[in-house]
T-cell receptor
Framework: DVKVTQSSRYLVKRTGEKVFLECVQD?????MFWYRQDPGLGLRLIYFSYDVKMKEKGDIPEGYSVSREKKERFSLILESASTNQTSMYLCASSFNEGRNEQYFGPGTRLTVT | GQNIDQPTEMTATEGAIVQINCTYQTSGFNGLFWYQQHAGEAPTFLSY????GLEEKGRFSSFLSRSKGYSYLLLKELQMKDSASYLC??????????FGGGTRLMVKP
């Protein structure tokens, strides 16, 4: 079974804090993704990575950065958290080839006060 | 870019059949996925269509018409545990997924 884990299920941070969200997958997937999910807006892609040390911007990268130092780990960084970054953050991973469906982690519900 | 539309909410009765529609406009279609997401949980993969026609998997089936930009997810013999959100996602030629807003299905006894 594919397993994607995220470091926290719930997180509360203050405005201006630096926030790290960690994601680890155990299936040797090449691709990893960070989404945020908001009511009525669906899942929106923040950043993705198709290889170690590679990163590409998604649809809404502003205010975020990422790091992929190892194949199994993909980190999302909020440099200076703001209240409009309160959201559910979902990490996903997939292979490069074939059907390559994405497997999702359980999500981190981040509240910025 | 991609634009994906699906109904926001649907209600159905236990034991019945329900069809959830998804329409899309895309520049470079490369497959369509359906995911199920229970409240507070991660989306889980349900089905994949890349060619026209029906894909059946137990109680769940998914249909695709590429010429019409249209897909549906058919759920038969509904059970209470099928109450969840159903996400339609279209993959483009760069292998990126764009998700619809999701359809929240409520199954009533």
């Amino acid at each position: 079974d594919v397993k994607v884990t995220q470091s926290s299920r719930y997180l509360v941070k203050r405005t201006g804090e630096k926030v790290f969200l960690e994601c680890v997958q155990d299936m040797d997937h090449e691709n990893m993704f960070w989404y945020r999910q908001d009511p009525g807006l669906g899942l929106r892609l923040i950043y993705f990575s198709y290889d170690v040390k590679m990163k590409e911007k998604g649809d809404i990268p502003e205010g975020y950065s990422v790091s992929r130092e190892k194949k199994e780990r993909f980190s999302l960084i909020l440099e200076s958290a703001s209240t409009n970054q309160t959201s559910m953050y979902l990490c996903a991973s997939s292979f490069n080839e074939g059907r390559n469906e994405q497997y999702f982690g359980p999500g981190t519900r981040l509240t910025v006060t | 870019g991609q634009n994906i539309d699906q109904p926001t909410e649907m209600t159905a009765t236990e034991g019945a059949i329900v069809q959830i529609n998804c329409t899309y406009q895309t520049s470079g279609f490369n497959g369509l996925f359906w995911y199920q997401q229970h409240a507070g949980e991660a989306p889980t993969f349900l089905s994949y269509n890349v060619l026209d026609g029906l894909e059946e998997k137990g109680r769940f089936s998914s249909f695709l018409s590429r010429s019409k930009g249209y897909s549906y997810l058919l759920l038969k013999e509904l059970q209470m545990k099928d109450s969840a959100s159903y996400l339609c996602a279209v993959r483009d030629r760069y292998n990126m997924l764009t998700f619809g807003g999701g359809t929240r299905l409520m199954v009533k006894p």
